[in-house]
């Protein structure tokens, strides 16, 4: 597990040095949408919380800059405010991430990892833990905490590369090429019972705890997320001119921005165009589309006559073993993702074609349900049965209950330690610049019960 801790965060900090060393100052600096922050920001929180829980709760150690918390603090400086603030300036984050994981580096060397894992009913919390470990070395959690904080931050950092105006900054090889799909457009799940959520996988994070049993009625999947071309038909069809698609705010929303196709693209001579990394070019039909917002997602679903899955559709789709009672790690198994599995890891910078990774699909045949894009479901974004937040309330306790819903599965900008098939992302049902996507589903019809088909 320490060999596992130490990689994860080399390379996340690799990750996070390609993202801040391709782009001159000013870009670092400046603040390319209000949605996101300054990268810079970002690359000295990185640094701040790493500080914070590796350095302070884990090793003990004397604060380097505690007058930075407060700056680096997200829920005390919303993102559109951040450039205002006096942020350490490029040189100086830089110089002040690497003493920190140069000291993480050591106290990793040195911690005792303890057996188990945090999150039981009375462990103590993160503000207990800077005075003791409180569960935070258990398994090494908190290293594999900070690795996924990071990754996660990369992944922001990513969204605000895309958001960049100006020359390409990025760049990472397509995807390999597959033949066109021509599987089954949907497949059964069956109804019954399935395990949700974790109480053993050691990095798993608060919210994807403890594991508990769920029913799922049998329903109807899409073997691949909802792709381009298809999505283009919703669009070509007038769906953005349609108010019966959509949810009451989906429409005030589209009707108030003027919004007419997903973020990034562009009609231009007859045929539509999208903005990727600086580059622009065709928006190619097999991928699965990216950048649409959950009121998006929810009205071509029911344009097309389906629905968006449930969050507890989507986990047992990609988690259960038919025959097996029990859910795996990842839709083809309890194996690590490889490249073979799945397109995670900024290893390419747009999704592979619809059907690829037959390696990485379900026993049920589902492909791609790791990786290429976040997948929204129906869900709100609440905590599971006997929920206990870990190793602080504002990591997922406090989103609790708002305005937001669940997406699923990660995208090709997730990094594969902080993704599983209990992880569970949130956002605000208006947003698009991140690199979600959706697949469909519907119920058994009743012909098809009362035929034996499930």
Request: proline share 9%; charged share 25%; with cysteine.
């Amino acid at each position: 597990m320490r060999r596992r801790a130490r990689a994860a965060l080399v390379a996340a900090r690799e990750r996070t040095a390609l993202l801040t060393s391709c782009v001159e100052d000013a870009d670092l600096t400046a603040q390319h949408s209000p949605l996101m922050s300054p990268l810079v920001w970002d690359l000295a929180h990185i640094g701040n919380q790493e500080e914070q829980w590796l350095l302070r709760a884990v090793g003990g150690r004397d604060a380097l800059r505690p007058e930075i918390d407060s700056l680096y603090d997200a829920f005390e400086h919303p993102r559109a405010a951040r450039p205002s603030l006096p942020l350490l300036p490029p040189d100086e984050a830089r110089r002040y991430a690497a003493e920190v994981r140069g000291r993480a580096l050591d106290v990793l060397e040195s911690t005792r990892f303890t057996p188990g894992t945090p999150f039981t009913p009375g462990t103590p919390s993160a503000h207990d833990g800077a005075h003791g470990h409180g569960g935070l070395t258990d398994a090494g959690f908190a290293f594999g905490m900070i690795a996924q904080h990071e990754q996660q931050h990369d992944e922001t950092m990513l969204i605000t590369h895309q958001l960049r105006k100006g020359a390409p900054a990025l760049t990472a090889p397509d995807p390999e090429p597959v033949p066109a799909y021509d599987g089954p457009s949907e497949v059964l799940v069956p109804g019954g019972p399935f395990t949700m959520g974790t109480s053993t996988e050691p990095w798993a994070l608060d919210n994807e705890r403890p594991a508990h049993r769920r029913q799922v009625a049998p329903f109807f999947l899409d073997t691949t997320p909802v792709t381009n071309g298809a999505y283009q038909r919703f669009v070509d069809d007038g769906g953005y001119d349609e108010p019966r698609w959509w949810h009451e705010r989906g429409w005030e929303t589209v009707r108030a921005h003027g919004i007419t196709a997903p973020l990034f693209w562009r009609r231009e001579g007859g045929q539509w165009l999208r903005r990727r990394f600086g580059h622009v070019e065709p928006v190619p039909a097999d991928e699965p589309v990216v950048h649409v917002s959950w009121y998006e997602a929810d009205a071509y679903a029911r344009w097309a006559g389906r629905r968006l899955p449930t969050e507890a559709e989507w986990e047992k789709a990609a988690r259960h073993r038919p025959g097996e009672d029990r859910s795996a790690r990842y839709p083809w198994g309890d194996e690590d993702p490889t490249p073979r599995h799945a397109n995670l890891g900024q290893r390419h910078l747009r999704p592979a074609p619809a059907g690829s990774y037959p390696r990485g699909a379900s026993p049920l045949g589902i492909r791609q349900l790791m990786g290429d894009v976040w997948e929204w479901t129906a869900s709100d974004f609440l905590p599971y049965p006997g929920f206990v937040a870990f190793p602080y309330r504002e990591y997922s306790e406090v989103f609790f209950g708002g305005d937001y819903k669940v997406l699923r599965g990660g995208a090709f900008s997730v990094d594969a330690v902080a993704c599983r098939g209990t992880f569970r992302n949130w956002d605000h049902p208006v947003r698009r610049q991140i690199f979600s996507g959706f697949r469909t589903a519907r119920d058994v019809t009743a012909a098809e019960s009362a035929a034996g088909l499930v």
